[in-house]
């Protein structure tokens, strides 16, 4: 099973990003999604997540601004960013718990990550 995300760039304050992370592999189902970011010098931290059903959860710093969805048949979430800042300048992960076809365990597993820039 592998995540892979993309979507990153350089953007300008105030404007917008779509970060796409599509699972591949021996995928029975997939449970919550998420993505995470990690700025230098700063922990990762949790931006976004969904489950299966649909419920979704945000930073007090992204709400109103991000919006995060998935599409169950393409085994992706995403990551609408609207209104940019500079603070939100990091390396974005997505994460999901994954249960694999071939032994039905439920593991997490995580993208390799790609890089947000917002200029001021």
């Known amino acids: 099973v592998q995540l892979q995300a993309s979507g990153g760039g350089l953007v300008q304050a105030g404007g917008s990003l779509r970060l796409t992370c599509a699972a591949s592999?021996?995928?029975?189902?997939?449970?919550?999604m998420g993505w995470f970011r990690q700025a230098p010098g700063k922990q990762r931290e949790l931006v976004a997540s969904?489950?299966?059903?649909?419920?979704?959860n945000y930073a007090d710093s992204v709400k109103g601004r991000f919006t995060i969805s998935r599409d169950n048949a393409k085994s992706a979430v995403y990551l609408q960013m609207n209104t940019l800042k500079p603070d939100d300048t990091a390396v974005y992960y997505c994460?999901?718990?994954?249960?694999?076809?071939?032994?039905?365990?439920?593991?997490?597993?995580w993208g390799q990550g790609t890089l947000v820039t917002v200029s001021s």
């Open positions: 969904i489950t299966s059903g649909g419920n979704t």
């Open positions: 994460t999901a718990d994954i249960i694999n076809s071939g032994d039905l365990y439920r593991d997490n597993y």
């Open positions: 592999g021996s995928i029975a189902g997939i449970a919550t």
